[in-house]
């Protein structure tokens, strides 16, 4: 899931990507992932909102 989160944030079509965001694009590609989930591993992998 991280190598999705990062495919994310190289071709980002928003100015950024929080966790809201984030968690909307990976449910759209079919994972079941909440918000909590999508956050923590955010912060376990230092991506931060720019």
């Known amino acids: 899931m991280i ?3 990062y495919q994310l944030e190289r071709n ?3 100015q950024s990507y929080g966790r809201g965001r984030m968690t909307d694009e990976v449910q ?3 994972i079941c992932v909440g918000e909590h989930r ?3 591993i ?3 992998n230092n991506l931060r909102i720019v």
């Open 3 to 5: 190598n999705y989160f």
């Open 28 to 30: 759209e590609e079919g």
């Open 38 to 40: 999508v956050a923590r």
């Open 12 to 14: 980002c079509p928003y």
């Open 42 to 44: 955010m912060k376990q």
